[in-house]
Structures are given as structure tokens and as C-alpha cells.
């Protein structure tokens, strides 16, 4: 079956240093996308892919940057990790913008 | 720009209420609209959608959803609730320009057996 993977599930990095978040989706979709979610806040999009070789930023890009070489996998890096970058991390992907969006399981991310 | 409000924070029913959570999204041109339900420790999972024709639209689990397009809203419904529908419920919108798939904040759902 087709399916998003997240990995990994919980990350425990250090003040400052680069992190990068795997998604990888077996569906063939050309529509990815990063959020975080975080208490009172809901689900905030970071970036955005439309298809290999593109990416936009979303409402909170400050501090994170993706790239997109191949249809299924849009890594999420943090170039370095601050405290406030502390959050669950959801990754989705979209056949089009008329079908819905499958989501990973999360990664749980702790910068101490 | 485009964004989705969702009125309630935290709801609080006993069992064989019914629901009503509120959704207002901010975009004006068209728009597909979502409910996604996250059972505590699990991902997002669609209840509906709608994107074309009939504005009431019936999801998994007993849920459905008005679209009323003058008001910009999109509210979730349910007769009865139950135990099981403990979650938090997201509002989300896709605009059909820019593809963009935003979420209101979520409503955190508490049922009281």
C-alpha cells in the first residue's frame, strides 16, 4: 500500500546545530508540504513543494529550508536549531489541490 | 491572504449531545474545504470534504459539514456524539490558485461518558 513516512518518529538535537526531517511518500504525488504543530496554534505551514525542483515558503519558513530532487521525498532542514523550533513536525502530500492530503505520523522534535 | 479561523478552542459535551464547531475561512477565490479529526497520539485523518455541488456534505462516523458560501463557513456537525469522538478537529482549506493548504487552530473535543 502507499504510504507517507516520517522518520525519525523523536529527535533530541543541541542549541545550533542542523537538523534535517525525512518524509518520503509512495503515493507519486506532486503536492508536499511541512507543518508544525504546536499548543494553540493548530497545524502552521512551513514549505511547500508543487513538484520536483520547486519549493515556496508557508506562513513560518524563518529558520527552515527544504529541497525537492525527486517526486517522493521532500526532506525538512533546520539550519540550526533553536529552542523555539521545539514541535511536533507533520509532513503531507496532495495528488491535487481537489483530493485530499495524506499525513505522516510526526516527528517530535526537541532542541535543548 | 488566506487563512482559516476556527471559533472554538476547547469543547466540552456528554455523550448524545450534538456538535457544532465553527470554521470561517478568508480567501476570495475558490476554495476547497476540509475537516481533519487527530485522535490523541495518531495523524490526521479526513472526515470530508467539499469541493463541488451539493453544499452539505456527509463524512465518515456521522459527521457532516455546510458549506455556506456567502458566510465563508464551513461548520462541522454531529447529532450525537460519543466517547470515541474525543480528538481535535481541524478546519483546513486548499485554494484552487495557489494550492496552499491551510489549517484554522483546531478544536480540542472532550466527550464525557
Known amino acids: 500500500d502507499a504510504e507517507i513516512t516520517q522518520s525519525p518518529r523523536h529527535k533530541i538535537t543541541e542549541t545550533g546545530r542542523q537538523v534535517t526531517l ?26 511547500y513543494s508543487y513538484g520536483v525542483q520547486d519549493t515556496n515558503k508557508g506562513e513560518v519558513s524563518d529558520g527552515y529550508s527544504v529541497s525537492r530532487s525527486n517526486t517522493e521525498d521532500l526532506p525538512l532542514t533546520l539550519e540550526s536549531a533553536a529552542s523555539s523550533q521545539t514541535s511536533v513536525y507533520f509532513c503531507a502530500s ?19 | 491572504a488566506q487563512s482559516v479561523s476556527q471559533h472554538n478552542h476547547h469543547v466540552i459535551l456528554s455523550e448524545a449531545a450534538s456538535l457544532e464547531l465553527g470554521c470561517n475561512y478568508s480567501y476570495g477565490g475558490t476554495v476547497n474545504l476540509f475537516w481533519y479529526v487527530q485522535y490523541p497520539g ?13 453544499p452539505l456534505v456527509k463524512g465518515i462516523k456521522g459527521f457532516e459539514a455546510e458549506f455556506i458560501k456567502s458566510k465563508f463557513s464551513f461548520n462541522l456537525r454531529k447529532p450525537s456524539v ?11 482549506v486548499v485554494s484552487s490558485n495557489t494550492g496552499k493548504l491551510i489549517f484554522g487552530q483546531g478544536t480540542t473535543l472532550q466527550v464525557k461518558p
Open chain 2, 42 to 54: 495518531q495523524h490526521l485523518q479526513l472526515l470530508l470534504k467539499y469541493f463541488s455541488g451539493d
Open chain 2, 82 to 92: 460519543q466517547w470515541s469522538d474525543t480528538a481535535e478537529y481541524f478546519c483546513a
Open chain 1, 94 to 112: 496532495m495528488l491535487r489541490r481537489d483530493t485530499e492530503a495524506f499525513f505522516g505520523q510526526g516527528t517530535r522534535l526537541t532542541v535543548v
Open chain 1, 22 to 47: 525525512a518524509c518520503h511518500q509512495t503515493w507519486n504525488h506532486n503536492n508536499m508540504f511541512w507543518y508544525r504543530q504546536d499548543l494553540g496554534h493548530g497545524l502552521r505551514l512551513i514549505h
